[in-house]
C-alpha cells in the first residue's frame, strides 16, 4: 500500500471518528440537518483535497456537484416558467392564475421548440428561426440603452466646468485617465510621437486600475476561503 | 429553400432589431405594450434554451460512459447525482411536477447541502493558488508592473482594517486610487465596450454578422 | 538557497495561507471596521426611504453559491434594515441558484421581525433572460412575474398587488456575483425608469461599478466582505462578514509579505546574476 492510499485511508477514518465524536457529544443533531453538515463538510474536504494533489475523491466531488447543479436548474426553469407560465394558468381552478392564460403565448412555445432542433441534422435549419428573434430582438433592445447609459450617462459627468479646486483637479485626472486609456485602445494609428506618449499615460492608468482590481480579487477569493473555513470551523466543529 | 434556411432568419432578426431600436423611442402605449408582449416572449424562448445546454453536458457525459473512455466512471457519477436530484425535483416533496414548487424536501436540502457547499469550495481553492502565484510570478520587472504592484498593495491594505490600524493614509489612499484613476481607465474601457457592443449588435441587425445562425447546410 | 526559496513546493505557501484564515477565526477578536462613502450612501438611502414613510425595497439575486461568503452577509443586514424600519421587500432572481440562498435569508430574516408573507415581504423566484426580464418588468411587473416562487397569483399578493413597474420601487439592490449591475440593471432598468439602485457585489466584480457611482445612476455600493462587514457595522448587527475580517486581514498581510520577500529574493537572484 503506498502513501496516498495510506493517508486517504486515515483522513476517512479520522472524519467518520470526528463525525461520530460529534454526534455523540450532542453537537450535531441526529437528524437530517446534522446529516446535512456531515454531508457538506465531508464534499468541502474532499474538494480541499485537490491541494494535495488531483485524486478521486476530489473527482468524485466535482463530479456530483454537476450532476446536482445541472438537475437544480431544471427545476428553477421548470417550475416558474415552463410549468408556472405555459402549462398551470390553463389547468388551474385558480381564477387569478387562469387569467394570465393567453393563446398567444403558443407563439414563444412555437419557437422554443424549435430552438431545440439545433441537435438534428435534418431539421436544425428550424432552429435558426429562433435564434434570429432570440438574436435580432436583444441587438434591438440593446443598441438605445448601451447608448444612453454607457455612453452617453458616462461622457456628461467628465465634461463638467473646470475649477482651481482639488474636484476640479480630480476632474481633469479623470478626464486626462480617459482619453488616454480610449487612445490607448484605438490600435488604427501607430502609438508614435504625440500619440505615443498619451498612449504610454493611458497605460499607468490602466497599470493603477489592473492593480486595483487584482486587489480585489484577492480580497475577494480569500473572502470565499474564510467563509468555508468558518463552516467548518463553526457549523461542522463547533470551535468558534 | 434557401429563402426559409438562410434569408427568413435574416429578415426576421432585422424586422426585430429595428423594432427593438424603435419601440424605445416612440413612448406611444402601444409601443410600449409591444415591448412588453416581445420581451416576454424572449423570456420563456430562454427558458428553452436552457434543454440545448442540459443536451450538451448530458451527451458529453454519455458519449465518454459508451466509449469507456478515461475516468468514464466519473460522468456514471454525474448521471446518478443528475438522476437523484431530478428525482426530487419532480417528486417536489410529495406534490409532483405538475403543481408549484414545494418550500422544503429533498430538492432543498441537496441544493443547501451539497450544491452550495461544493460550489463555494470550488471557487475558495482559487484563494490558495492565488496566494502561490502572487509569491511566484508576480514580479515588478518593469515600471508598469512596479505601478500595478503598489497600487495593488495599498488596495489590499486600504480596503482591511489593518490598514487603517497601521496608518490612515492607507484607506485614504486606496478609496482615492479606486475614485479617480481606477474609475477613469475603467470608464474609458466602459466606452469602448459599450461602443463595440452596439457596432456588433448593428451588424447582426444588418446581417454582416451571421454566426448567430450556426454552421450546416444552408 | 535564493532558488529553493523561489521554487519552494506550493503547499507550504497553502498551509500559511489556511493558518492566516484559521487562527484569527478561533481567537475571536474584531479590528474596528471603517465605513466607506458608497456603503454609507446605501445606508442613507434605505433610511431616506423609511422615513418618507411606506416604503417598499425590490432585491434582486444574481449570484450563486461560490460568491455566498461574500454575499449572503450583507443580503442578511440590509434585509434586517429594511424590516427593522417596517419597509415591505419584494425579492426576484436572476440566476437561478440564487432561489434557495434567497428562500433562506428571507425566511431566516423575516422569522427575526415576525414579518408575515405575502403582507410584509414577497418572493417571486427566478425567470431566465437576466436583461430581459428587467425590461419586462420595466412595462408590467405582473407580465413578467404573474405568480410568486410558490404559486400564487402575484395580483393577489398583499405587498405586489398595487405594483405597476419598477417605476413604483423607492429603492431597487442587485446582489451581483457577475455583471448583471452594469450589463443588465443600468442599461435595461435604471437608464430607462430612474428609479435609485444600489448595488451589493462581489469585490472582482466592484472596481468596475465606479464609473456608475461617479455619474450618479448608482447610489451606493457595498464591495466584496468589507462592505458586508461595514454595512453590519452601519445596522448595529455584527455576524459572519465583521468577524471575518481579522483573518481578511492577516492573510492580506501574510500575501503583502510572500509579493515583498518574492520580489526582494528575485532582485537579489538578478543583481548577483549580473555580477557572475
Request: proline residues 4%; charged residues 15%; neutral net charge.
Amino acid at each position: 500500500m503506498n502513501r496516498d492510499k495510506i493517508l486517504f485511508l486515515a483522513v476517512v477514518l479520522l472524519f467518520a471518528l470526528v463525525n461520530g465524536y460529534l454526534l455523540a457529544a450532542g453537537e450535531l443533531p441526529a437528524d437530517w440537518t446534522g446529516v446535512g453538515v456531515i454531508v457538506a463538510a465531508g464534499l468541502t474536504l474532499a474538494l480541499y483535497s485537490f491541494l494535495y494533489k488531483d485524486n478521486p475523491l476530489f473527482k468524485f466531488a466535482e463530479h456530483v456537484y454537476v450532476g446536482i447543479a445541472a438537475a437544480y436548474t431544471f427545476g428553477q426553469v421548470w417550475f416558474p416558467t415552463l410549468y408556472g407560465e405555459l402549462l398551470r394558468p390553463i389547468f388551474t381552478d385558480d381564477p387569478e392564475v387562469a387569467a394570465t392564460a393567453s393563446v398567444w403565448l403558443l407563439v414563444p412555445t412555437v419557437l422554443g421548440i424549435l430552438m431545440l432542433t439545433r441537435f438534428s441534422s435534418r431539421f436544425g435549419w428550424l432552429s435558426r428561426i429562433s435564434f434570429a428573434y432570440y438574436v435580432g430582438l436583444g441587438a434591438g433592445l440593446a443598441i438605445p440603452r448601451y447608448i444612453s447609459a454607457n455612453v452617453l450617462a458616462q461622457m456628461a459627468p467628465s465634461l463638467q466646468p473646470l475649477s482651481f479646486s482639488w474636484e476640479g483637479l480630480t476632474l481633469v485626472l479623470v478626464m486626462v485617465g480617459v482619453v488616454s486609456v480610449l487612445i490607448y485602445f484605438f490600435f488604427s494609428v501607430e502609438h508614435t510621437g504625440a500619440v505615443g506618449v498619451v498612449s504610454k499615460v493611458g497605460i499607468w492608468f490602466l497599470m493603477v486600475s489592473f492593480g486595483a482590481s487584482f486587489g480585489y480579487t484577492i480580497m475577494g477569493r480569500l473572502s470565499l476561503l474564510i467563509g468555508r473555513v468558518q463552516f467548518l470551523l463553526d457549523d461542522w466543529l463547533h470551535l468558534m | 429553400m434557401l429563402f426559409l434556411r438562410r434569408t427568413l432568419p435574416m429578415i426576421l432578426a432585422f424586422v426585430t432589431g429595428i423594432i427593438g431600436i424603435s419601440i424605445y423611442y416612440v413612448p406611444h402605449s402601444s409601443a410600449q405594450g409591444l415591448e412588453e408582449v416581445l420581451a416576454r416572449w424572449l423570456r420563456i424562448v430562454y427558458a428553452f434554451a436552457f434543454f440545448l445546454g442540459l443536451f450538451s453536458l448530458l451527451n458529453l457525459h454519455w458519449r465518454r460512459v459508451r466509449a469507456r473512455q478515461a475516468g468514464w466512471g466519473y460522468s456514471l457519477i454525474v448521471y446518478l447525482s443528475f438522476g437523484l436530484m431530478i428525482f426530487f425535483v419532480l417528486y417536489n416533496d410529495g406534490t409532483g411536477p405538475f403543481s408549484p414548487q414545494a418550500r422544503a424536501g429533498g430538492y432543498q436540502w441537496l441544493f443547501l447541502n451539497v450544491q452550495v457547499p461544493c460550489g463555494a469550495t470550488m471557487f475558495s481553492i482559487l484563494a490558495f493558488f492565488i496566494s502561490s502565484a502572487a509569491y511566484r510570478t508576480f514580479r515588478a520587472r518593469t515600471p508598469e508592473a512596479a505601478i500595478l504592484l503598489v497600487a495593488a498593495v495599498i488596495v489590499m491594505l486600504g480596503r482591511v482594517p489593518v490598514g487603517a490600524y497601521i496608518h490612515d493614509f492607507f484607506p485614504a489612499a486606496a478609496q482615492w486610487l479606486m475614485d479617480v484613476p481606477n474609475m477613469a481607465a475603467k470608464r474609458g474601457i466602459l466606452l469602448g465596450v459599450s461602443l463595440g457592443i452596439v457596432a456588433t449588435s448593428l451588424r447582426i441587425i444588418f446581417g454582416i454578422e451571421r454566426s448567430y445562425l450556426g454552421g450546416g447546410e444552408e | 538557497m535564493i532558488d529553493r526559496l523561489l521554487n519552494i513546493d506550493r503547499r507550504i505557501i497553502f498551509v500559511f495561507v489556511f493558518i492566516g484564515v484559521a487562527v484569527p477565526l478561533l481567537l475571536d477578536f474584531n479590528l474596528p471596521v471603517k465605513i466607506t462613502p458608497s456603503s454609507q450612501a446605501m445606508y442613507d438611502r434605505i433610511e431616506q426611504v423609511a422615513a418618507e414613510g411606506e416604503g417598499i425595497v425590490l432585491l434582486s439575486f444574481s449570484y450563486g453559491p461560490s460568491t455566498v461568503p461574500e454575499i449572503q452577509p450583507m443580503v442578511l443586514s440590509i434585509l434586517r434594515h429594511c424590516f427593522s424600519h417596517d419597509l415591505k421587500v419584494v425579492a426576484i432572481c436572476l440566476w437561478p441558484d440564487a432561489v434557495g440562498l434567497a428562500q433562506q435569508a428571507l425566511e431566516t430574516v423575516s422569522a427575526e421581525y415576525g414579518k408575515e408573507y405575502g403582507a410584509d415581504y414577497a418572493f417571486m423566484g427566478y425567470k431566465p433572460g437576466g436583461a430581459i426580464v428587467i425590461v419586462n418588468m420595466g412595462q408590467d411587473l405582473h407580465s413578467a412575474y404573474p405568480q410568486d416562487n410558490w404559486g400564487k397569483a402575484s395580483s393577489e399578493l398583499e405587498v405586489t398587488s398595487n405594483i405597476h413597474s419598477l417605476r413604483d420601487f423607492d429603492f431597487v439592490i442587485d446582489f451581483a456575483a457577475g455583471n448583471s449591475v452594469d450589463h443588465w440593471w443600468v442599461p435595461y432598468g435604471q437608464e430607462k425608469y430612474k428609479f435609485p439602485l444600489g448595488a451589493g457585489c462581489t469585490a472582482v466584480v466592484a472596481p468596475d461599478l465606479k464609473p456608475y457611482q461617479n455619474s450618479g445612476q448608482l447610489v451606493g455600493m457595498l464591495g466584496g466582505l468589507a462592505g458586508a462587514a461595514e454595512y453590519e457595522k452601519l445596522v448595529g448587527q455584527p455576524g459572519s462578514a465583521t468577524a471575518a475580517m481579522t483573518s481578511q486581514s492577516s492573510t492580506h498581510l501574510i500575501l503583502i509579505a510572500f509579493i515583498v520577500l518574492g520580489n526582494a529574493m528575485y532582485f537579489i537572484s538578478r543583481r548577483s546574476a549580473r555580477s557572475q
